[in-house]
Structure formats: C-alpha cells, structure tokens
C-alpha cells in the first residue's frame, strides 16, 4: 500500500506540471503602399486577407504645433495555424507570390 501512495503522489506532481506558452515574434512583413496582407490556409486551400488584432496610430505634430510630421499606424497579424502570410496587391498576385514562396502551384478557393 505504501507503494501506491507513492506512486499517486508520483502521479499528482506530473499533473500538477503547467507548460509556460511564450509568443514569439515570427516574422515582421512591412507591406508596399497600397499592398494587403493575405493568408493562405495550406489544409483548406483557402486563400483570405488576413484578419488584425488592433490599430494604434501613433502621431508626430510640428514643434510649433501646426503641422503633422509623421505619422505610424501599427496592427498585429492574428496568426493562424496551417496558414502562409504574404503581402500582394491583389488575389492573383497572392497566388503568384504563394507558388513561388511555397515551390509548386496552388489553385485555392478565394474567400472575399
């Protein structure tokens, strides 16, 4: 009896054990104006513009307050599992960028 007590206490510290998730910074596309960013779903053979997570605008005024000297809009990419990111002016050039990147060709289904 002596045993599995053991063996259960054994058994409590192995569930007991939380994997700690980090997220990690992949891959930071900076798009061409006018670009959009699109996702491509390697299971479903889906291809979609991909989804953001916020904006913030971040705004630089003049020093006498008249004008604005630059500003930075920023959005996070919700990233998704099975899923290839590209950035393409339209669907067609997605799809050309995709068979490059990916090495063969793809005829996916476009979801607007």
């Not at 513009?49 to 809009?73: C, E, F, L, N």
């Amino acid at each position: 009896m002596k045993l599995e007590k053991e063996n259960q206490d054994k058994l409590e510290i192995k569930v007991s054990q939380k994997k700690e998730s980090k997220k990690i910074l992949v891959k930071s596309i900076q798009p061409h104006e006018n670009h959009i960013c699109f996702e491509y779903n390697t299971k479903t053979n889906e291809l979609s513009r991909a989804k953001y997570k916020k904006q913030d605008v971040t705004i630089w005024k003049s020093p006498d307050g008249k004008g604005i000297i630059h500003s930075d809009i920023t959005r996070q990419v919700l990233i998704n599992y099975n899923c290839e990111y590209i950035t393409a002016l339209n669907e067609k050039n997605a799809i050309k960028h995709f068979n490059n990147v990916l090495g063969y060709k793809i005829k996916p289904i476009i979801i607007a």
